[in-house]
């Protein structure tokens, strides 16, 4: 007899695969529409072009003569791309003359050259710029005078670079007395990093030998939060400075201090976040330092007088102002909402209001008991914000909401909560999809995702390295990012010119409940194809378990190629089955309808 072979749409990990029987129980580039399981759309390099760093921010924005700006903020730079340009807009931190011949070399056969510099302030990782260098010994000027690492850090007052050339003899000091070098910010870490005291993580974080101790604001991987006042950009670093570039000094400018703005007063210089309201035109500080104060306090918002930049004393002829969460230790996240701004603390979630003159805004705590995996791990999608918990999803409308996760348990018993700072949470729109980013306990970065489609209540789960996700993006296509490229996502069934691989597999069904062997002769696909390929076929695989928990891998029964929705000869006998479905082909994408097999009771001994 022919069986439809209904599958419940959803993956579903975290109970056992014979429970789950009639469902799917594993995906990779596989999402469900409308019930139904899809491979997912390409992706390729919107430029040729890469910035340097991991990238943990991004933003957009059109000016009023119609230039279209990309900010994106990384763990070594902050750039503007523009016209698939990339432009480094780096705040400088000093820019000093050195002393006479204040490069030397080191030993024979090596790069690496000796800067000394009296209380450089620098870490490693850092990038300086030297300048007015005379060549020496078999260092060109050329390679001088340019933009450098700081690979080592000896003490307070030298570090060293690598150098294309190379020591020739003996420890050779030069450079001449015109040499500058102006030093960018300091570089944040790309990990998370735990512990205390010299030694720890970078080697001389911060000042040269001072004592780590883990926080919010240090030993987290850095992070940027993004916005636009007007047609200019602000951007903030967690548990960092405060930073503005102004679109009229072109993108030849670099990025400056806030605070450092002619007429600025009493800007706040620390932050763990930032963003600029939409209706009244505050730029809002989370986790700022307090007014006549140089320490961060983590619980603290400020806000700027309205459609004022650098006014922050409030005043009576101000709407600048203050206000301290009450509950937990710091502010991990902020998002806008609708007509509201979330702020998640380690412990609370609260929601900023414009209430207006005097106070202008208020804040309240909507729950406690709660909070969220990092800055980035909250995204606005039909009208709801969606965020990861540090052990579960939930949803805000309102109220705080669980949502049922039936890949709960597999996420985060493989999930590196040490490096939870990292995870970041993207809207895909065109799919009623919100996509959370995160770090297996095996990986180095990003390389998983869980992904919600809010509308049919389905999840979904892969391998994707991507460390940011904007929706939409100017090109109408999602954006990502990854190894130093920007991504445009939902372009054709090509992963940047190789082909996808997408693959879906079942949990084990129980074929007439398992009582006896089951004949299945044929199998009649049903299948649409998607893409430019009009050749590739898809790979069917009939998995046989003859019980419970034995392994689905025990026994690949049938493998066949599927080009159309034909009928397929397989011929084989079991008490249980899956199926598992994939490709791997240029041009080429599938979606899955419903599946018959023609059933026959069998007479298998065991």
Known sequence: MLKNLTIRPGIVRDITNYSNSGGWYDCDKVRFRMGM????????????????????????????????YTAIGTNLKLYLEVSKTFYDITPIRRTVALGANPLATQAIGTNRITVTDVAHGATANDLVTFAGAAGFDTYLAGALNAEQQIVEVYDANSYGVDITGGASGSVVSGGGAGITATYQINTGLVSSVFGTGYGT??????????????????????????????????AGIFGGGIYYWDKTSGTGARAVALNSLAGSNQCPTLCNGLLVSEIDRHLIIFGANAHGSVTQDPLLVRWSDQEDLIEWEPRPDT???????????????WERARQETLIWTDVALASMSFVGPSATFGIVVNSTNVSIAGPNAAVMARNQMYWMDKGSF??????????????????????????????????????????????????????RYVAYNYVDELWFIGDLERTAWLDPSFNGYPIATAGGYVYLHETGYDADGVALEASIEGADMAILDGEQYTFIGRIIPDIIRLGTNSTASVTYEILQTNWPNQ??????????????????????????????VSSAQLGFGWRLGTQRFDLQIDGRKQ
């Open 37 to 68: 399981p899809e491979s997912i759309g390409g992706w390729e390099k919107e430029s040729p072009s890469s910035f340097r760093g991991v990238c943990r921010a991004i933003h957009q924005w059109t000016a009023l003569d119609g230039t279209q």
């Open 394 to 447: 939930k949803f805000y409308n309102g109220s705080v909401n669980t949502i049922a996760c039936p890949v709960q348990s597999y996420v985060f018993d493989s999930f590196n909560q040490d490096q939870r700072f990292k995870v970041f949470a993207g809207n895909n729109g065109r799919y009623n999809e919100v996509w959370w980013f995160y770090q297996s306990l095996t990986g180095t970065e990003n390389d």
């Open 319 to 333: 709407t600048a102002g203050d206000l301290r969460l009450s509950t937990g230790s710091a502010i991990i996240g």
């Open 551 to 580: 392994g689905q891998s025990a026994e690949v029964l049938k493998t066949f190629q599927v080009a159309a929705s034909t009928q397929q000869d397989v011929r084989f006998r079991a008490r249980q089955f899956a199926l598992r």
């Open 201 to 234: 993580g970078t080697y001389s974080r911060g000042t040269y030998s001072s004592a780590y101790t883990f926080g919010f604001s240090n030993g987290q991987p850095r992070t940027w939060s993004l916005d636009n006042f007007g047609e200019d950009l602000v």
